[in-house]
């Protein structure tokens, strides 16, 4: 009996991957495309929110007048940020029609495709990470980076302290990040831009993705004694409490943060210890006042969300609403061009695109430049035991 | 002595039962006999599997290629775990050094795929003798032990040695253009070269050395009494799984065309050691079943949650990559504890009650 | 000279992190033979109990750690009688499949109640720093490695010279004769698992309440099996030594060396003890060799 049942059990588990071979149709007017996000796996935190922007500014967008009357139609796949995972749910995706574009988990993902897309498929690409190697428009000629790489945040953490330094003497500045391929991206930039900079590079911190102890990286950051520590590579992981300790520990320093580790709730989490913290975003976080058009659409959003809502975003929401914006906007002009929307294309059309008006989401009118968006704000964040904000430290910067 | 054991399992009947009656909890290895039935259904799959392709779908291209590379990795660790009884808990690892060596000979020597895969399970074969040099002199689950420790070993080679392995950002491998036919020809390939493995490691176990395998998984005192030396037969079972996972990794570094270190991980090391559980310990029907249901059975599941989750919203999408290691575990312990010869062994049932009836 | 010193107490003090989940290690091991690749999983399981006492329940630590520790023996006995009694018998390393099979569910169990993000256990250690002399200790690194030290205190006087105690060592040297004395190895076996699963359970909250925990924390508890292969894989109060070593090799190699050298360390001893002496620094039996 017990045998009997397995194997139906077995014989049903045949008949549903049977059932993979069907593919719901979509009318030839909807632009198709998509969306291979990090839904679950080691950087779910920000590939669903990631989502849901995505799916409210898909929402908003065919609600007011899609791209040129026609409907956005997303397929969206989790890769659990895994390569061979989302490889099958792109050729998935390509095996069931025409797309416009494609939005990949990561940049393991990017490079992975490429090859194969810039051969034969020639889609237009994007993802959800800022890797350096990606504005190497020879080996990605169909990916678009929807903001600065990781180099670009680093640049622009150094252009405040420049700033800051006036006539005084080399500022000192440790690196903090984690041994990943993340963590890592900048690292080679960094120190050659702080040499020509007149930086003086004082302590390159290592850590693991996640551990037990850290007191050792506070240690030698305490020796070191810099004027500034830059954390790259983070998520909620590790560094609130190297920060924390460094303020037990006496450090004093200015810290700072590259974009995935320096997001809003993150750093009210830490709570008064990263009172002053300064974070890049390559977006405009305060959504809650602003006057943006589309700024107003995601308070909207927010609010009709049912999730808490202090009136600021998260990196990850943000950019699905940035990168599903942007790319109506280039396909309304490849449309005005009178040209099909393949890759070659929705590039062309992407690079003709100047001064785009972002709706608030970035401060400034965007022109691409190397095929990314380079782009940044700097916050500083005020946190006290009951009380958190955080406003501009400077101008919207522009990497060139 | 060495005559006598070759006599003895000569004499004993397919199957391993020699030792039958030691350890009658262990899986006994599929019957030999050929039935019409059999060669019928192999021809058909055969069919099938030239015939597929022509679905066209570059997705349902892609899964069976993937599949059929699992395949491999899967007999290679059933020879390791179901055959010679010895626990690997770093099966990626080594189809990492495979894709890495095989990889870097493409890229440097321009040497064709089929040099390379046989360097890259070499390389794979040779770092197996490394690490299980030391373990399996002894006794007990030291395997385990070191396996482990070759992952975390491996993979911090992989991201450590920049210059050469690209280090965290990998390698970008060049296409490969089989037989002129593309994805199609790359599938052949990886199919072909999957029928020829698993009827290598089919006959294996018909010559001494599988025999030897056998023997020492049962016992290893009585297999050293019958003449083994069980250390080094235990080595060559060890690497031997260890080569057919670089072979593994050679075909799968072209397949995905990037090699990077977070590939190769303990998570997936244990999708391998499932895969051989649930298909059915030392069964070649039960490596390709286990690496089928294992590579496939995340699809299915992402089907059915999309049919019955709530659709479209970020709230059902935590759900699927937990689960899935909440499956993957719970297929280990379940198999183990109701049925130990795996989906082989419901196979193999079926088959015997669809004869009775 | 003094940055040594610094990164010394700093070591030794983490390393005390390892020694309650290496302690319930061995003492599964040494009772039931079985090695516990779900060790850091309980681990992990346990700290996400307490978690969800103290912070989702709000219902205080001190309650908060009996319900942990209660929820973790429950987990442990399930484990035990659940699937391992019934596969008694088996070859080691179908047990061994298990744990491994038990370990990934407790992750995808995690992972589907508590999701992946990092949580912070509530900070019932002081954070407040602690002077020696001029030596700067973290409060909590070293109210943990207090803690750690009664716990283990108390597990080894329990080892010692309680009658379950002896009870369990006398199972562990002689199975047979244990069994002829009258003691009922199948209960030790349980008895066993449980106090494994309050050393897991303690060990998770102390180390998850340094840096947050995730459904992953048992991972990072894999550097355990460097303890325990380092101190021999019976040795109770091998393991302690071998725990602090441990922890004090990789704060320094993590502090002169870097984070992915830290990562490699605790397996490159264990290959070294592998090769050279198998039976670890401590072992009190004998390998046996092929």
Redesign the interface.
């Known amino acids: 009996m017990s045998t009997k049942l397995r194997s139906a059990v077995f014989a049903g588990a045949l008949g549903a991957s049977a059932f993979l071979m069907g593919a719901a149709p979509a009318t030839a007017q909807d632009i198709k495309f998509s969306l291979q996000l990090p839904l679950?796996?080691?950087i779910?935190?920000t590939g669903q929110l990631n989502q849901a922007g995505w799916q409210h500014a898909i929402d908003w967008i065919n609600k007011n007048g899609g791209v040129k009357g026609r409907k956005l139609d997303p397929y969206i796949y989790d890769s659990e940020y895994k390569v061979d995972v989302g490889i099958a749910g792109w050729k998935k995706a390509i095996a069931s029609g025409d797309m416009a574009f494609s939005i990949g988990d990561g940049t393991p993902f990017i490079r992975a495709v490429s090859p194969e897309n810039n051969d034969r498929h020639k889609i237009l690409m994007s993802n959800t990470g800022y890797a350096s190697d990606l504005v190497d428009t020879k080996k990605y000629p169909y990916h678009i980076l929807i903001g600065p790489t990781y180099s670009d945040q680093i640049d622009m953490l150094y252009k405040y302290i420049k700033d800051k330094q006036g006539t005084g003497p080399a500022p000192k500045v440790a690196l903090v990040y984690?041994?990943t391929e993340f963590g890592r991206d900048p690292l080679e930039h960094a120190k050659m831009r702080a040499k020509d900079l007149g930086l003086n590079i004082v302590a390159e911190e290592?850590?693991?993705w996640?551990?037990?102890?850290?007191?050792?990286?506070v240690?030698?950051l305490r020796?070191a004694a810099p004027d500034y520590v830059i954390f790259h590579g983070y998520?909620?992981?590790?560094w609130p409490?190297i920060l924390?300790?460094s303020r037990?520990?006496g450090i004093k320093a200015e810290f700072m943060g590259t974009v995935y580790g320096s997001q809003a709730d993150l750093v009210k989490?830490v709570g008064p210890a990263a009172d002053g913290f300064l974070g890049v975003a390559p977006y405009e976080m305060n959504v809650a006042g602003n006057n943006g058009w589309a700024m107003k659409a995601i308070d909207a959003a927010l609010k009709g969300w049912g999730k808490p809502y202090d009136g600021y975003t998260n990196v990850g929401y943000i950019q699905g609403w940035v990168l599903a914006i942007y790319l109506r906007d280039v396909i309304a002009k490849a449309i005005d061009m009178g040209k099909p929307l393949n890759g070659d294309n929705l590039i062309t059309a992407a690079k003709e695109l100047k001064n785009w008006d972002s709706g608030g989401m970035i401060g400034v009118p965007v022109t691409t430049v190397n095929q990314r968006l380079p782009y940044g704000m700097i916050y500083r964040f005020s946190v006290t035991k009951d009380s958190f904000s955080f406003k501009p430290a400077a101008n919207w910067i522009k990497v060139e | 002595m060495q005559r006598l054991f070759d006599k003895m399992v000569t004499r004993a009947p397919d199957g391993g039962s020699a030792a039958a009656g030691l350890?009658a909890?262990?899986p006994a290895p599929a019957p030999r006999s050929t039935t019409l039935f059999q060669v019928g259904g192999w021809l058909l799959l055969a069919a099938a599997l030239i015939a597929f392709p022509a679905t066209g779908s570059g997705y349902l291209l892609f899964m069976a290629t993937l599949v059929a590379i699992n395949v491999i990795a899967t007999a290679g660790l059933n020879i390791t775990?179901g055959y010679a009884?010895?626990?690997s808990?770093g099966h990626s690892a080594f189809i990492g050094v495979g894709a890495y060596v095989s990889t870097l000979m493409m890229i440097h020597l321009g040497t064709p795929l089929i040099v390379n895969l046989v360097f890259g399970g070499l390389a794979a074969f040779l770092v197996g003798l490394v690490?299980g040099a030391?373990?399996?002199?002894?006794?007990?689950?030291?395997l385990?032990?070191?396996t482990?420790?070759a992952q975390?070993?491996l993979y911090?080679v992989f991201?450590?040695w920049t210059p050469v392995t690209g280090g965290d950002r990998g390698l970008s491998v060049p296409g490969v253009n089989m037989f002129g036919l593309g994805d199609k020809g790359l599938y052949y390939f990886v199919v072909g070269l999957m029928v020829v493995l698993l009827i290598v490691a089919r006959n294996l176990f018909r010559t001494r050395v599988g025999r030897a395998f056998i023997a020492l998984r049962e016992r290893?005192y009585a297999a050293?009494v019958l003449g083994i030396n069980?250390?080094r037969y235990?080595l060559l079972a060890f690497a031997l799984g260890a080569a057919y996972a670089g072979v593994a990794g050679s075909l799968l570094a072209v397949f995905l065309r990037i090699v990077n270190p977070d590939q190769f991980t303990?998570l997936a090391s244990?999708f391998f050691?499932?895969a051989v559980?649930v298909g059915g310990q030392a069964s070649i029907l039960g490596s390709i079943l286990g690496a089928a249901f294992m590579t496939l059975m995340p699809e299915i599941l992402r089907e059915v949650l999309e049919i019955f989750g709530p659709r479209g919203t970020a709230d059902v999408a935590?759900?699927l990559?937990?689960?899935?290691?909440?499956?993957?575990?719970?297929?280990?312990?379940g198999f183990?504890?109701f049925e130990?010869r795996g989906l082989a062994g419901l196979v193999d049932r079926l088959r015997a009650g669809g004869r009775k009836d | 000279m003094l940055?040594f010193l610094?990164?010394s107490v700093?070591?030794v003090?983490?390393g005390s992190?390892y020694v309650l989940a290496a302690l319930g290690f061995v003492i599964i091991f040494k009772s039931t033979n079985i090695?516990n690749?779900a060790m850091g999983e309980m681990m992990m399981f346990g700290a996400y109990l307490f978690f969800a006492a103290t912070v989702q329940l709000q219902l205080g630590w001190p309650l908060g750690i009996v319900l942990a520790l209660a929820g973790s023996i429950l987990t442990a006995i399930a484990i035990e009688r659940g699937?391992l009694q019934?596969?008694l018998?088996?070859?080691?390393?179908?047990l061994?499949?298990?744990t491994?099979?038990?370990?990934?569910?407790?992750?995808?169990?995690?992972?589907?109640i508590w999701?992946?993000?990092?949580v912070?256990l509530p900070d019932f250690l002081p954070?407040a720093?602690i002077f020696i002399g001029d030596l700067?200790v973290?409060?909590k690194?070293a109210w943990g490695c207090l803690a750690v030290g009664i716990i283990a205190t108390l597990f080894i006087l329990y080892y010692r010279f309680s009658r379950a105690g002896i009870a369990i060592r006398a199972t562990s040297s002689d199975q047979l004769t244990a069994e002829g004395m009258g003691i009922n190895i199948r209960r030790i076996f349980t008895l066993t698992w449980a106090i494994g699963g309050v050393l897991a359970a303690c060990s998770g909250i102390v180390?998850g309440s340094?840096?947050?925990i995730?459904?992953?924390?048992g991972?990072?508890a894999?550097n355990v099996?460097a303890v325990v292969?380092l101190g021999g894989m019976t040795s109770v109060g091998g393991v302690v030594i071998a725990g602090i070593f441990i922890g004090w090799v990789e704060?320094l190699v993590?502090?002169y060396l870097?984070?992915?050298?830290?990562?490699?360390m605790?397996?490159?001893i264990?290959?070294l003890v592998?090769?050279f002496k198998?039976a670890g620094l401590f072992g009190e039996q004998q390998?046996?060799?092929?």
Request: net charge neutral; charged share 10%.
């Open positions: 679950t796996g080691p779910a935190f984690t041994a290592e850590t693991k996640s551990g037990i102890d850290v007191t050792p990286h240690i030698k020796n998520a909620g992981n590790l409490e924390k300790l037990e520990y989490g | 350890a909890a262990r775990v009884g010895l626990l808990i690490f030391p373990s399996l002199r002894i006794k007990g689950v030291y385990a032990i070191a482990l420790a975390y070993s911090f991201q450590q290893d050293e069980v250390v235990k303990l244990v050691l499932a559980v935590g759900i990559s937990p689960l899935r290691e909440f499956i993957f575990g719970a297929l280990i312990v183990l504890v130990p | 940055q610094e990164f700093i070591g003090a983490s992190m090695f690749f699937l019934p596969l018998g088996q070859p080691v390393i179908v061994v499949l298990v491994l099979g038990v370990g990934s569910m407790l992750r995808g169990i995690a992972g589907l999701g992946p993000d990092i912070q954070r720093p700067l973290p409060g690194l180390v340094l840096n947050g995730t459904p992953t924390l991972l990072v894999l099996l292969m704060t993590g502090a870097g984070a992915a050298w830290q990562a490699f605790p397996y490159l264990v290959l592998m090769t198998p390998i046996e060799r092929i």
